[in-house]
């Protein structure tokens, strides 16, 4: 009967293991790579966006006319939180996630905004896994 235990509890361990151990090498590598300054790049577009009205600060519009934009242009939403942020007397949306993190600012003309799209390289993307990017999208 203590054999039977003892034989459960070595393949309940490497079971656990088996999980945990890429998941500790992931943060540990890109813990140690962010803190020397290695931190993954991105590829980014940014495309003019002409507006029927002038960008307003509520965050339901803005995410709204961002997943209507990124809908246009077949790439999936980001898989992170939204946030509306303030820069001075200005604002501007940022949506982050995982594999792609979006920025919509208004520019001087308030009928146009600037639509960044930015495409994570893999080592940005564990690094955004890492830093709790990659939760729930709206």
């Given at each position: 009967?203590?054999?039977?235990?003892r034989?459960f509890?070595?393949?309940a361990?490497?079971?656990?293991?088996?999980?945990?151990?890429p998941?500790a090498?992931m943060?540990?590598?890109?813990?140690?790579l962010?803190?020397?300054?290695?931190?993954?790049g991105?590829s980014?577009?940014?495309?003019i966006?002409?507006?029927q009205?002038p960008?307003?600060?509520n965050?339901e519009?803005?995410?709204?006319?961002?997943?209507n934009?990124?809908?246009?242009?077949?790439?999936?939403l980001p898989?992170?939180?939204a946030?509306?942020?303030?820069a001075?007397?200005?604002?501007y949306?940022?949506?982050?996630?995982?594999?792609?993190?979006v920025?919509l600012?208004p520019r001087?003309?308030s009928?146009?905004?600037n639509l960044?799209i930015k495409r994570?390289?893999?080592?940005?993307?564990f690094?955004?896994?890492h830093?709790?990017k990659?939760g729930?999208?709206?």
């Amino acid at each position: 009967m203590f054999s039977l235990k003892r034989i459960f509890l070595i393949k309940a361990h490497m079971i656990i293991a088996a999980f945990i151990l890429p998941v500790a090498l992931m943060f540990f590598i890109t813990g140690a790579l962010y803190t020397w300054g290695v931190k993954g790049g991105y590829s980014s577009d940014t495309y003019i966006l002409q507006l029927q009205q002038p960008m307003q600060r509520n965050k339901e519009w803005l995410t709204e006319k961002v997943m209507n934009e990124l809908a246009q242009r077949s790439i999936a939403l980001p898989s992170g939180q939204a946030k509306l942020k303030t820069a001075g007397n200005s604002f501007y949306f940022e949506w982050t996630g995982s594999e792609v993190d979006v920025l919509l600012e208004p520019r001087v003309h308030s009928l146009e905004a600037n639509l960044t799209i930015k495409r994570t390289t893999l080592h940005r993307f564990f690094v955004q896994l890492h830093k709790a990017k990659g939760g729930g999208s709206v």
